[in-house]
């Protein structure tokens, strides 16, 4: 019999810059959150494998949660291309209709450049794909958690955009032998 992998996916913290704004890589973390960071510290198990995106955002996240995580390209945001850096209601403003149709159905859709949703989850499978048994504490982003949803409900990657997933928040999967069982989605 093989061995569960209990997957802990954290959401990193708060950007430290301006709302509205498509974040690169390169945006830091707002780490000011003394409790939010103490309480999902303690919530999460000791001596875990840790990994997290090549994004700084969330390698600062898991530093503050005391983390030694090894970056992993797999688990990284969704890439926006041209977007990138950009304002919504600019874009919005830019292009018009277009940039409305593109939210309407936006899973299957790539921006200028960028991937899909669909792309991502394909990257975020390879790297569940290699994940070891055991305790594994996932920094990531928002859009890797809903891929990694998608993946565990089997749910039509439109469907995954649905959840919710607030900055320090943990989502709790394990991976069995015979499928997936869902613990908690966007736990404060």
């Not at 509205?20 to 959150?33: R, T």
């Not at 940039?99 to 989850?121: C, L, M, N």
């Amino acid at each position: 019999m093989n061995l569960p992998t209990n997957l802990w996916l954290i959401r990193h913290a708060p950007v430290d810059g301006p709302r509205g704004v498509i974040h690169g890589p390169d945006a830091p973390a707002d780490l000011g959150d003394a409790v939010g960071f103490a309480e999902l510290k303690a919530r999460l198990p000791a001596n875990a494998l840790a990994v997290c995106s090549p994004a700084r955002r969330t390698r600062e996240t898991a530093d503050k949660l005391g983390l030694v995580a090894m970056e992993q390209p797999a688990f990284r945001e969704q890439d926006f291309g041209a977007w990138t850096g950009r304002r919504h209601h600019e874009l919005e403003r830019e292009l018009g209709p277009a940039y409305r149709e593109f939210w309407k159905s936006a899973a299957s859709k790539r921006p200028p450049g960028g991937e899909s949703f669909v792309d991502q989850i394909a990257r975020a499978g390879d790297g569940l794909a290699r994940l070891p048994a055991g305790e594994a504490i996932l920094v990531v982003h928002s859009g890797t958690i809903r891929a990694v949803l998608a993946i565990a409900l089997d749910l039509a990657p439109d469907s995954a955009l649905r959840f919710v997933i607030d900055p320090l928040s943990m989502t709790r999967i394990d991976r069995l032998e015979n499928g997936w069982r869902v613990v908690a989605v966007n736990a404060r």
